[in-house]
């Protein structure tokens, strides 16, 4: 059985989602984001409260009782495996690098403010370009690493605060 996506539920629960599992349920919409589920002789009610899609988190009410539901499709858990996940947080820790590399260019200084989604630094990996971007907020603290160095995974390029 092939895994297509893990949820983590209250951040307590976690299991996989396979079409198997899905073919098994009978799922009607009453519409508004209310659904009636059968699953083998259970009945529940859900109701979607609350979505956000680019972080695939969802709040629902199932039977009266909210879950927090965060899900993790075959993408992000196989970029959680190499080890390049970001944290979702609004103000970034100190910047690593996600792989071993090359460093291209360094595009921010000391002292530089930044916002989420800003280039700080373009990494040569694979003889790939990767522009690595901010994950949140920060300052740049100190520069660990100079043009043209190599660089290992792990390694702290730019101290931030």
Request: net charge negative.
């Amino acid at each position: 059985m092939k895994k297509d996506i893990a949820a983590r539920v209250d951040d307590h629960f976690e299991f996989d989602i396979n079409a198997d599992a899905l073919n098994g349920l009978d799922i009607v919409s009453m519409g508004n984001g209310h659904f009636h589920i059968l699953k083998g002789q259970r009945s529940f009610k859900a109701e979607v409260i609350s979505t956000d899609f680019d972080k695939k988190s969802f709040l629902i009410k199932v039977n009266g009782t909210e879950h927090q539901v965060q899900l993790a499709d075959q993408y992000d858990q196989l970029i959680r495996k190499m080890g390049l996940n970001v944290s979702s947080a609004s103000k970034m820790n100190d910047l690593k690098a996600p792989m071993p590399g090359l460093v291209l260019d360094i595009l921010v200084k000391e002292g530089d403010a930044f916002e989420k989604g800003t280039p700080l630094l373009i990494l040569e990996a694979m003889k790939m370009e990767n522009i690595i971007k901010a994950t949140g907020d920060g300052v740049v603290k100190s520069i660990g690493v100079s043009k043209s160095d190599a660089v290992e995974k792990g390694q702290i390029l730019l101290e931030l605060e």
